[in-house]
């Protein structure tokens, strides 16, 4: 295939992960391509020429948009004018659908492809834009298996190609080895807390999580825990494994993640990763109280962890803002690490859930699509 410049843009962390899996595919299939957009140092490093940063793009909840505004149109304007400058053979698009949903209009006016990779889950919001993916979007790739059936059923041509994290999430040791590299004792249970990647969700989940494990420590003996963060949140560390327990906070997630008896992780990718790691969790959600008012009239869906999404039943135990306190974390927790039974039965599930997200090999399939995509007609439907 001839060389071809295509722009990407991601505009969140994990974004910026799945961007970087699928240029680094690219790149050895077709090193003479010209990858450019919008994303942050995992796609820089990937091959990607970053025409921004998008470090401090991601914003969270209904009032905090209001407040970015200015800035969203300006780099929506700039965006636009430097794709409309450059005239790639394509753009993709990768989840952030507060911007690319906005994007992907002004693209296609310019007679640009588009294809969107990692489809943004409105099928559990704002369902009805998914006319903005009918009209617009030449092609869509999911990762969940329920997600073709209901684009699909809207007319979108779409192809699920598997999750890419299940060749990704993977620790560097055993999980015994992991263990005595943090110092856990054998008759220790190390629990995991996951506050998210995002600043407002770190603020919103941090005290609460850290207030669940100091009461879960306080009824039973030997609770450790350890804080897995983000490295985009580095400086929010300092000071934070002093209590309830010695252990550092660490950037190695997933090797944390193995380790643990128990994570307390707030929703989204997190609890997949936790899935194909196998480890047992309870998750919860909290917001500012006007964004869960306005969210609240717009989800859909009867659950906020995605393994629960994903299997259509209650595998993770999960509380959503008020419900998600200290003490009913605590108690959830406590249920799992004393009941073996329950333990066990999360375990089962979780590995369920994990044979629903596909075979490895998601991010090769993903560039057949691609290279399919490019290949095809890319005048505007």
């Known amino acids: 295939m001839a060389a071809r410049s295509i722009c990407l843009v991601a505009g969140e962390p ?3 992960l799945q961007g970087s899996l699928l240029i680094s595919a690219m790149k050895r299939r077709h090193p003479d391509w010209q990858l450019w957009g919008v994303g942050s140092e995992r796609m820089a490093k990937a091959g990607c020429e970053l025409w921004q940063d998008a470090r401090g793009w991601s914003v969270m909840g209904f009032a905090e948009v209001l407040k970015s505004l200015p800035r969203f149109h300006r780099r929506l304007t700039d965006l636009t004018a430097e794709i409309r400058r450059r005239k790639p053979d394509g753009v ?7 911007f690319n949903l906005k994007l992907v209009r002004r693209v296609r006016e310019s007679g640009i492809s588009v294809l969107y990779y990692i489809a943004p889950q409105i099928w ?24 073709k059936k209901f684009f699909a059923d809207h007319g979108v041509t779409v192809d699920w190609v598997g999750h890419p994290l299940v060749d990704w999430v993977k620790p560097t040791a ?9 110092g856990v004792g ?10 998210g990647a995002r600043v407002q969700d770190f603020e919103s989940h941090l005290t609460v999580f850290r207030d669940a494990v100091a009461r879960l420590g306080a009824s ?12 985009s949140l580095a400086q929010q560390a300092a000071g934070l494994s002093e209590r309830p327990g010695p252990l550092p906070v660490t950037t190695a997630v997933y090797d944390l993640v193995a ?47 995605m393994p629960n999404l994903i299997a259509g039943q209650p595998i993770v135990p999960e509380f959503i803002q008020n419900a998600a306190t200290p003490e009913a974390l605590a108690q959830a927790a406590r249920q799992l690490l004393t009941d073996p039974a329950r333990y066990q039965r999360q375990q089962e599930g979780l590995a369920d859930v994990c044979r629903l997200l596909g075979l490895p090999g998601a991010v090769e399939r993903a560039v057949d699509v691609v290279e399919q995509w ?3 007609d890319a005048s505007p439907t």
């Open 174 to 182: 055993g999980r015994e080895e992991l263990r005595a590299h943090l």
């Open 92 to 98: 993709i698009l990768i989840d952030f659908p507060g």
């Open 374 to 376: 490019l290949q095809k």
């Open 259 to 305: 380790a643990a008896d128990l994570v307390l992780t707030k929703s989204g990718t997190a609890t997949v990763e936790c899935a194909l790691l196998g480890t047992p969790m309870v998750c919860a959600y909290r917001t500012g109280g006007l964004n869960f008012a306005i969210a609240r009239r717009l989800v859909k869906v009867p659950y906020i962890a």
């Open 124 to 147: 559990a919001w704002g369902q009805k834009r998914v006319e903005i993916f009918r009209r617009y979007v030449d092609r869509t790739v999911v990762v969940f298996p329920f997600e």
């Open 220 to 231: 039973m003996p030997g609770i450790r825990w350890a804080l897995g963060l983000a490295p």
């Open 14 to 16: 994990s974004g910026d």
């Open 186 to 195: 054998e008759g220790d249970k190390l629990v995991a807390i996951l506050p």
